[in-house]
T-cell receptor
Framework: EPEVTQTPSHQVTQMGQEVILRCVPI?????FYWYRQILGQKVEFLVS????????KSEIFDDQFSVERPDGSNFTLKIRSTKLEDSAMYFC?????????????FGEGSRLTVL | SQQGEEDPQALSIQEGENATMNCSYK?????LQWYRQNSGRGLVHLIL?????REKHSGRLRVTLDTSKKSSSLLITASRAADTASYFC???????????FGTGTRLKVLA
């Protein structure tokens, strides 16, 4: 069964460093998303991406964040200068369509620890 | 309240009992989905109900949607220890390209 894969599974970084989290969505999916979840808390929307551009972003997704689909398969989330409060589990998701089934398929997440 | 709030926040039941979780939301939606998350894992889609549907079944799951009250419920019948997880509702506020997740219900099923 097709699945969304994310790398790395865990990354530890120093505050102020740049981090890139990578995702390979399901191949025929058109909509891509990043969410984050601070330990044990709610799942927060960061950004949605369609047709090679951001469709929507939350207030969390400030200038320190960016997304890219560099090669038609990978979907990356970059945090330019990490802060302590960026420590969280970051989930990538993809869906075939927005209006149709709309089911999101999630990866297993990348745990980011900022020291 | 926030878009997508589940209650109760935590629920502990015996194996074989039914578990009911509720979700309330604020804006109009196209559909509502329920997801499950095992500790430390990704979210897994359980069921989707469209705004023009009132009830939907999938195996031991039953979902209802009341758009007039902006609320949904998820019923898991004959629960098993393996159902222990967090359950989240997700809504797509009309006209947006995102799904907003609720705060989740932590379900513990005791064997």
């Amino acid at each position: 069964e097709p699945e969304v894969t994310q790398t790395p599974s865990h990354q530890v970084t120093q505050m102020g460093q740049e981090v890139i989290l990578r995702c390979v969505p399901i191949s025929n999916h058109l909509y891509f998303y990043w969410y984050r979840q601070i330990l044990g808390q709610k799942v927060e929307f960061l950004v949605s991406f369609y047709n090679n551009e951001i469709s929507e972003k939350s207030e969390i997704f400030d200038d320190q964040f960016s997304v890219e689909r560099p090669d038609g398969s990978n979907f990356t989330l970059k945090i330019r200068s990490t802060k302590l409060e960026d420590s969280a589990m970051y989930f990538c998701a993809s869906s075939e369509s927005l209006g149709g089934t709309g089911e999101l398929f999630f990866g297993e997440g990348s745990r980011l620890t900022v020291l | 309240s926030q878009q997508g709030e589940e209650d109760p926040q935590a629920l502990s039941i015996q194996e074989g009992e039914n578990a009911t979780m509720n979700c309330s939301y604020k804006t109009s939606i196209n559909n509502l989905q329920w997801y499950r998350q095992n500790s430390g894992r990704g979210l897994v889609h359980l069921i989707l109900i469209r705004s023009n549907e009132r009830e939907k079944h999938s195996g031991r799951l039953r979902v209802t949607l009341d758009t007039s009250k902006k609320s949904s419920s998820l019923l898991i019948t004959a629960s098993r220890a393996a159902d222990t997880a967090s359950y989240f509702c997700a809504t797509d506020p009309g006209g947006t390209y995102k799904y907003i997740f609720g705060t989740g219900t932590r379900l513990k099923v005791l064997a």
